[in-house]
């Protein structure tokens, strides 16, 4: 850490954003919270104490004006951009997913134009939802360069992401590394098309049966990882060419995911799933990122889901969690 850092992170109440707010939290980076909601849950799940040591402002990426304000005043100098609506979200309101999902990130990108003697690095959230089918990439790991075919709105508004990030690095000198998380798991997963396996894990925790709607196989990645990286990608920004990268990750059959959530949490209600798998590859190389950042932790898909399942007891005993609300969604 730098002393004259100074970190915005945004959707910093979601999932990856409240994982990324706890390790900056706790590295004592100087960050400014923002979000567009007010419902800390994932804060106190993670760590109680964050409601007390980190401020957190309302944000709209919409709203430049507001926006560009905002990284001024907080004398901002990496963005870590996690705002934007998840695949249902999108699918289900197609307008509002291109405000947040696309010009949301113009608004980030043209902040950072506009701030350059101030903001030395971004990163930017893509999904491996850019690519399309499996089968139609092979069987080797997929590279970051593969040819995107989006087959939901999502992934087509997360490309144009990555190339106006690309743009704005050639045109403007805007620095950003964009990264693309496959199946992202761990507490405070509780949304979008492939939550479905960290809410199993929440289920057998309390001793709940839970039904997952999709098998096959995925890659997986531990939430805390994935913040680290974004972190690692905003202070790295600067150092190279504005690209979009795949994340490491363990893939694994949604049988091995089933049966590593049984050892954990002991024989108890079914935990079932779908055959279909996701339209997406299964298994990425990560090694241009690792080139590019320096090694990424990965943490063993077993005990990253007994991580998880402890995190969810211990929680579910303290009530700092909500089981009823959550599996009933």
Not at 105 to 131: F, K, T
Not at 229 to 252: H, I, K, M, Q
Not at 274 to 290: G, K, N, R
């Amino acid at each position: 850490m730098n002393a004259d850092e100074r970190f915005l992170v945004t959707g910093a109440l979601g999932c990856i954003g409240s994982w990324t707010v706890r390790q900056l939290a706790e590295a004592g980076t100087p960050l400014v919270a923002a979000d567009i909601g007010d419902d800390r849950q994932r804060w106190r799940l993670l760590d109680p104490s964050l409601e007390d040591r980190v401020t957190i402002v309302e944000c709209d990426v919409t709203d430049a004006e507001g926006f560009f304000r905002l990284v001024e005043r907080h004398r901002i100098t990496h963005i870590v951009h996690l705002a934007a609506l998840q695949v249902p979200f999108v699918r289900a309101r197609p307008m509002q997913g291109a405000r947040v999902n696309v010009e949301g990130v113009a608004v980030v990108l043209e902040a950072a134009r506009r701030a350059s003697g101030q903001v030395r690095g971004l990163s930017l959230a893509s999904s491996i939802a850019v690519y399309g089918e499996a089968d139609r990439y092979g069987d080797s790991p997929l590279p970051h360069d593969a040819p995107a075919a989006p087959t939901t709105l999502y992934g087509a508004y997360k490309q144009a992401n990555e190339w106006m990030a690309r743009i704005y690095a050639a045109d403007y000198g805007v620095p950003s590394i964009t990264l693309r998380p496959a199946v992202v798991y761990g507490p405070g997963r509780d949304q979008g098309l492939t939550s479905s396996p960290t809410l199993a894990m929440l289920a057998a925790a309390v001793g709940r049966p839970y039904h997952i709607a999709w098998g096959g196989s995925a890659a997986y990645q531990h939430a805390a990882d994935v913040a680290a990286a974004f972190v690692a990608a905003a202070r790295a920004a600067a150092d190279g060419p504005s690209d979009a990268y795949n994340l490491p990750g363990e893939t694994a059959t949604m049988e091995e995911v089933v049966e590593a959530i049984r050892e954990v949490a002991g024989d108890g209600p079914r935990i079932t799933f779908e055959p279909s798998p996701l339209p997406f590859p299964s298994a990425f190389d990560a090694s241009p990122l690792e080139r590019r950042l320096g090694r990424v932790h990965t943490t063993p898909l077993r005990e990253g889901i007994r991580q998880t399942v402890a995190a969810f007891r211990e929680a579910a005993a303290a009530g700092r969690i909500d089981p009823d609300r959550l599996l009933a969604a």
